[in-house]
């Protein structure tokens, strides 16, 4: 089974979004990157999709929304990102 769709929503400076992007990284999980910072719009369309959550990263693997950075470690430290990215997680 091929990995799933990652999307994460990001702006430049946040130091959350690079924790969670070097997770990613380091999971070899190839993501899509939104800076939200530089467009409004972006950024109310990120809030929307997360349920009203203002803050980044908002992280999106497959059609499951994970939320913020320490959302993304909890799963890992609970041993279920693997299976997420894998796209084998129920």
Known sequence: MSQPAITIYTT??????????G????????YDEIDVGADPSVRAQMIQRAGGRRTVPQIFIG?????????LFDLDRQ????????????
């Not at 430049?12 to 992007?21: D, N, S, V, W, Y």
């Not at 059609?63 to 959302?71: E, I, K, L, P, W």
């Open 63 to 71: 059609n499951r929304h994970v939320g913020g950075c320490d959302d």
């Open 12 to 21: 430049r400076t946040c130091p959350f979004c690079i924790r969670a992007k």
């Open 79 to 90: 041993g279920k990102l693997d299976a997420l990215l894998a796209g084998t997680a129920a």
């Open 23 to 30: 997770l990613l990284r380091d999971k070899n999980a190839r």
